[in-house]
């Protein structure tokens, strides 16, 4: 223990006397240490810089100085979430293709709102139908895009894309795309009923594993396309109703046949990219038929209306109403089909835009009531 002892306080000396202001050891340390704080304000930190070299050190701060370093201990800075940057929402808006989800959404409110016993259904069962399919075709969509990244980048419409800019990785892509759609079917099956999550998990195989493909093999593709196109408004009754009834059927050949003046001259217009991304359009391939078949399904829309008061859908007022609706598309149509330019194409898709929301608006005006409403319309009410 002596030994120790004798040699600890052997090195205090040493160390004490080489730092002593009379040391030369001790003025090389006190020209490399700089005053954090002044020495007036009783707490002087000192710091020991990087490295050792010639450049002499500032001046210790005076007292009076107004600088915001004080020998007061400074408090940190409050915690602050970080916001998710806007742009972060965008892209799953483009990737999920928000406007359509948002546009399909609608067609499966109002085959819900037009099935015969939607005033007494529950509210919350439509919110669930709504957001389960919007949830469904989101998942069609990203898959879409997470197939079709190569040839979105070869189109001026698409190249801006999230795959095709980097902004979103494949595997980021195609988790969404899987998980928005099994979040919606299982929402579907468990609020709302097992059919309507049929025909949305339908749709997403039908979109994505058919459809896709089909763009850039066969010429047929938009005739499978507008099967996708059609589903929806179904699940709406069906969400409603729990059954494939004459008039969920009538709603699919209703958004079948409206889809080709829609998409038709969509296309007319979109041919370079079309040929570019080498999809087997009917725009592309043969404008003649393109054209054709705009005019053949906006005279469709005809008889498809009048089925409406036959299958009990509505009251016979609406074949009036539904046919000036359709003679307005039928016409711009025709122009279309005389004569195929980027005007008359533009004349008709915008024409296609204000038809569909006016045509369901028509079926819901001229609804029948169902057996629920009339009972309860004409139930005594007892004091």
């Not at 940057?85 to 892209?91: A, I, K, R, W, Y």
């Not at 195929?340 to 369901?360: C, M, N, Q």
Request: charged residues 10%; glycine residues 4%; contains cysteine.
């Amino acid at each position: 223990m002596q030994p120790a002892i004798f040699g600890s306080r052997i090195a205090t000396r040493i160390h004490q006397k080489a730092l002593s202001p009379s040391t030369a050891i001790h003025r090389q340390w006190q020209a490399h240490l700089t005053y954090i704080t002044p020495p007036s304000a009783g707490v002087s930190i000192l710091t020991r810089p990087t490295s050792l070299s010639a450049t002499p050190p500032p001046a210790p701060l005076p007292p009076s100085s107004s600088s915001s370093i004080s020998g007061d201990i400074i408090p940190p800075a409050p915690l602050r979430w970080k916001s998710v940057p806007p742009f972060t929402l965008s892209l799953y808006q483009t990737l999920s293709k928000a406007k359509l989800a948002a546009f399909v959404g609608l067609s499966t409110m109002a085959g819900y709102a037009l099935a015969p016993c939607a005033s007494a259904s529950i509210l919350s069962s439509l919110a669930y139908t709504t957001v389960g399919t919007a949830l469904c075709i989101s998942s069609a969509n990203a898959l879409n895009q997470w197939i079709e990244a190569p040839y979105d980048a070869q189109m001026a419409r698409t190249r801006n894309r999230p795959l095709v800019t980097h902004a979103l990785s494949p595997l980021h892509a195609f988790t969404f795309g899987v998980v928005a759609g099994v979040s919606g079917t299982a929402m579907l099956c468990a609020t709302v009923n097992p059919l309507t999550a049929v025909l949305g998990g339908a749709n997403i195989i039908l979109y994505t594993c058919v459809y896709t493909p089909m763009k850039r093999t066969s010429m047929a593709n938009t005739w499978v396309g507008a099967i996708v196109g059609a589903i929806p408004p179904m699940m709406g009754w069906v969400a409603c109703t729990n059954s494939l009834d004459p008039g969920a059927w009538l709603l699919a050949a209703l958004l079948y046949a409206w889809q080709f003046p829609h998409f038709n001259s969509l296309a007319w217009n979109l041919r370079p990219d079309y040929s570019k991304a080498g999809y087997r359009m009917a725009a592309v391939i043969d404008p003649a038929l393109n054209a054709r078949v705009a005019l053949r399904y906006s005279l469709l829309l005809f008889p498809i209306a009048y089925l409406a008061p036959a299958v009990g859908m509505t009251t016979w007022w609406f074949v009036y109403d539904s046919t000036l609706i359709n003679t307005m598309l039928a016409v711009a149509a025709y122009r279309f089909w005389r004569h195929s330019s980027d005007k008359t194409a533009r004349e008709l898709f915008f024409g296609s835009l204000v038809h569909l929301p006016v045509f369901l608006a028509l079926l819901m005006l001229h609804k029948n009531e169902s057996e629920h409403e009339a009972s309860k319309k004409h139930t005594p009410v007892i004091a």
